[in-house]
């Protein structure tokens, strides 16, 4: 009688092989986090700005002319739009979604509209970047002014 054990191999996988499938895994996540096969940062088809044929609620009143102050201007967040006011009686908007990173700005004060992910401000009359990261100003959107409302386009 035989108390010889048999020993069978044991297939490791080899150190490259391992390191190699933990950064494709990685990268694979950051691929899919990154992806989405739209190019709005992140966001749903709902959250593009008014006037580029995706806001929500064309037509709709945003609110009153009088609901916006001179110089600065409201954030109106379920349709992805702040209205300013540069000077009386001129009404503008602008995407209210930060072009550094997709975040929503947050207020408008001092002349600028501010986003409070990375500090970046743009102009109240025009969008164009004051300050921060932001690689380009805030997309115009459509509204219109009748009466005392202000509605999306």
């Not at 990173?101 to 986003?115: F, K, L, Y």
Request: contains cysteine.
């Amino acid at each position: 009688m035989s108390t010889e054990s048999q020993s069978v191999p044991v297939q490791v996988p080899a150190r490259r092989t391992v390191i190699a499938s933990v950064g494709a895994a990685g990268l694979a996540a950051a691929l899919t986090a990154c992806g989405g096969g739209s190019d709005n940062a992140g966001g749903s088809d709902d959250t593009k700005p008014a006037g580029n044929g995706g806001g929500k609620g064309a037509g709709s009143v945003l609110g009153k002319t009088s609901d916006i102050p001179q110089g600065g201007g409201k954030i109106f967040a379920a349709q992805g739009v702040v209205v300013t006011q540069p000077t009386a009686g001129q009404f503008k908007a602008f995407s209210a979604k930060c072009t550094h990173q997709g975040c929503a700005v947050s207020s408008v004060s001092g002349g600028t509209i501010n986003c409070p992910c990375h500090g970046s401000k743009f102009d109240v009359a025009d969008g164009s970047v004051k300050g921060g990261p932001a690689p380009s100003p805030l997309p115009a959107a459509a509204i219109s002014v009748e009466g005392g409302s202000i509605k999306l386009a």
